[in-house]
């Protein structure tokens, strides 16, 4: 998942994709566009998209409306995690509820 301002907004229809593992990335001041950009990064001589979203399963807005230019990374990383918290939940919830379908046990059963 990339976040920037200029990524999509999260939204109730917003949703994961099949994951075992998830990795956030965060872009610096300039945005995710002005890494992939950047020729000390060495990304332009490989065959690494220069555009985030070919790059993403998602790339999302996790602090739509923000008021300010930049939001420092600890400040990111909390608004994206409380904002992706509950996709997680609902991701999570669906994998139990069909682990437990295929084992031919009930949800929460004992």
Same mark, same amino acid.
């Given at each position: 998942?990339?976040?920037?301002? $200029?990524?999509?907004?999260?939204?109730?229809?917003?949703?994961? @994709?099949?994951?075992?593992?998830?990795?956030?990335?965060? +872009? +610096? @001041?300039?945005?995710?566009?002005?890494?992939?950009?950047?020729?000390?990064?060495?990304?332009?001589?490989?065959?690494?998209?220069?555009?985030? $979203?070919?790059?993403?399963?998602?790339?999302?807005?996790?602090? @739509?409306?923000?008021?300010?230019?930049?939001?420092?990374?600890?400040?990111?990383?909390?608004?994206?995690?409380?904002?992706?918290? @509950?996709?997680?939940?609902?991701?999570?919830?669906?994998?139990?509820?069909?682990?437990?379908?295929?084992? +031919?046990?009930?949800?929460?059963?004992?």
């Amino acid at each position: 998942v990339g976040t920037s301002e $200029r990524g999509d907004a999260v939204s109730r229809k917003t949703k994961l @994709p099949h994951f075992r593992h998830m990795l956030i990335v965060f +872009g +610096g @001041p300039g945005g995710l566009e002005d890494v992939l950009a950047d020729e000390q990064c060495g990304y332009q001589a490989k065959e690494i998209p220069s555009d985030p $979203r070919k790059l993403f399963h998602l790339y999302l807005n996790t602090v @739509p409306r923000q008021c300010s230019r930049t939001i420092r990374t600890e400040e990111a990383l909390l608004a994206s995690l409380s904002v992706l918290n @509950p996709l997680l939940v609902r991701v999570q919830n669906v994998s139990t509820m069909a682990a437990t379908s295929t084992a +031919g046990g009930e949800v929460g059963g004992e």
